[in-house]
């Protein structure tokens, strides 16, 4: 793998720190205008998720990660591994649960995810930002009652929960927001 | 590389508008004190030796005796500005822009408007008492006096060490202690000096009033007298307001053999730091040598100046086509 300078951080680069795989979220030039110049720069660890900010003398180095977001096809979970298929190559590999970690409860077969891959490996796992699931519990719609603008909770098929309108019922597909968890509407009728 | 849809400003023409109505503060502000407005080169055939400063390196074509030796685009105008001291100018301002090599960020950008004025008489207390007169207007500030506190009040206060007597070794265990992530850096006692003053104690300095910070170890001198004492300090002074480096200024160096010694120690450091060479200012030391008055000078960051009296963050909000639109 490459290095890089600090002449090259930016935004988005993944650089090996410590043994770990991390994603630049922000570079910022500090000098004294007499001075040694540093970039402090908030990264991300892509295994944990914890940002840290981290200090580089200006000109030094880091060694760029093997990282790279490929999109892939959800298969399956067979209980240990949830499989992923790579729709061109058709080439397929599992990720164990605290890989696909937060994302878990949002897969559906046959969704596209963005799967982020180090040295080959699967390190995280982001859903598709919309996806639709069917409500598996709630308590019973009160029919026609759109318009009052209360909520109830709804367990969908995989396990997350979501605030959702008062006339949704159990067998209704909704149509979510991955990002935070936020019902958007309801999906037509399969 | 260069995006087309970028070609308005960064900044609000409002921006620009103040920034306008500063640079107008600044010119009465100097006309009614008696001040010289002068401009000198932007590109000449000696540079800084400074390790920490580079240059932007071109060359004239010709034709002429310059012909196909390579100049600088100056970093500050200082050497010119001492050029025109030595030859009995007086009291002199220069509004310019200049150019650091390598320098961007929300605080930097490689071209930057500096205010520098030298005051043949005066020494660095003076003109400290000029650099608060001059922000106190342009940011139309009550009279709440700047602080000034010595390099070494201000790592006692925010660090509890002593920068003048700690060893390197002590330098970076207090680095480390704060940020764990730092021990792998290759730094100097002085690396590790700047460390410590940007990252723990800058953020403090300039809150609720400016702050001139001043009396640096003779290791930071650059063009300063250093005063002999225990232990000795150099007689350079900076002024922070929020957090924000905007100025620099010394009680200048005026030995001509002095200066010589520091070209030649700041071209050895470049050296061994495989930086390019730059020529060291014949012309200058040949003004020292025929006698420079006794005098302090300062250079002002502008755009910076502008940053604070907008409550900018960032550079780009304040100058019209920075870098990336430039």
């Known amino acids: 793998m490459a290095s890089y300078s600090t002449n090259e951080f930016k935004r988005g680069l993944k650089i090996m720190l410590d043994g770990d ?4 979220i922000e570079n910022e030039f500090v000098k004294p205008g007499k001075g040694q110049a540093f970039n402090r720069v908030k990264i991300r660890n892509l295994k944990s998720g914890r940002v840290i900010e981290r200090t580089f003398k200006s000109g030094d180095t880091a060694e760029g990660a093997d990282v790279v977001d490929v999109e892939m096809q959800y298969l399956y979970n067979d209980g240990e591994q949830w499989h992923f298929m790579h729709p061109e190559t058709f080439e397929q590999i ?3 649960e605290k890989t696909v970690a937060d994302a878990k409860v949002w897969l559906k077969e046959q969704d596209i995810c963005t799967v982020t891959l180090w040295n080959g490996a699967p390190l995280t796992v982001l859903p598709p930002n ?3 699931l069917k409500v598996v519990e709630t308590e019973p719609g009160i029919r026609g009652d759109t318009a009052t603008g209360g909520s109830k909770p709804a367990t969908l098929e995989g396990g997350a929960v979501v605030q959702v309108p008062l006339f949704i019922n159990i067998g209704d597909t ?3 927001d991955t990002r935070n968890g936020e019902y958007l509407s309801r999906a037509a009728k399969e | 590389m260069s995006d087309p849809h970028d070609w308005r400003p960064s900044a609000p023409l409002s921006a620009l508008r103040a920034r306008a109505q500063i640079l107008a503060t600044i010119r009465a502000f100097f006309a009614e004190r008696a001040v010289l407005e002068v401009e000198t080169p932007y590109l000449s055939s000696a540079g800084t030796t400074d390790p920490h400063i580079d240059s932007f390196e071109l060359r004239f074509q010709g034709p ?13 105008p200082e050497f010119p500005m001492k050029r025109l001291l030595a030859a009995g100018s007086g009291p002199i301002y220069q509004l310019g822009r200049v150019f650091r090599q390598g320098e961007v960020g929300r605080r930097h950008n490689p071209e930057f408007t500096l205010l520098e004025w030298y005051r043949p008489g005066w020494d660095h207390h003076q003109l400290m008492d000029e650099v608060e007169a001059l922000v106190q207007r342009v940011l139309g500030l009550a009279s709440t006096a700047a602080e000034r506190l010595s390099y070494a009040q201000a790592f006692q206060r925010h660090l509890g060490i002593d920068p003048h007597y700690s060893d390197s070794e002590t330098l970076q265990q207090i680095a480390i202690e704060r940020d764990p992530g730092v021990a792998g850096l290759q730094l100097e ?8 003053l940007t990252h723990y104690i800058e953020p403090h300095l ?18 300063a007298r250093i005063r002999p004492g225990e232990p000795p300090v150099a007689e350079r002074f900076e002024l922070y307001i929020d957090g924000l480096e905007l100025a620099n200024g010394f009680h200048e160096l005026g030995d001509a053999g002095e200066q010589a010694a520091r070209f030649r120690a700041e071209q050895a450091a470049r050296r061994a730091a495989a930086q390019p060479e730059v020529a060291a200012d014949q012309r200058l030391l040949a003004a020292l040598a025929a006698g420079l008055p006794p005098c302090a ?15 900018a963050s960032s550079l780009a909000e304040v100058v019209a086509f920075p870098l990336e639109r430039a």
Not at chain 1, 21 to 24: K, T, W
Not at chain 2, 189 to 196: H, I, M, S, T, V
Request: proline fraction near 9%.
């Open chain 1, 21 to 24: 795989p991390y994603a630049i």
């Open chain 2, 206 to 223: 300039g809150v609720g009033r400016p702050t001139l910070l001043m009396d640096y170890p003779p290791s930071q001198a650059a063009l």
């Open chain 2, 64 to 76: 002429g005796p310059v012909a196909d030796h390579p100049l600088w685009l100056h970093t500050s």
């Open chain 2, 189 to 196: 006692r002085d690396g590790w000096l700047d460390l410590l």
């Open chain 1, 94 to 96: 599992g990720a164990d």
């Open chain 1, 174 to 176: 909704l149509k979510v």
């Open chain 1, 130 to 132: 919309h996806t639709i």
């Open chain 2, 297 to 311: 000078g300062v250079a002002l960051g502008v755009d910076r100046l502008v940053m604070v009296a907008l409550g």
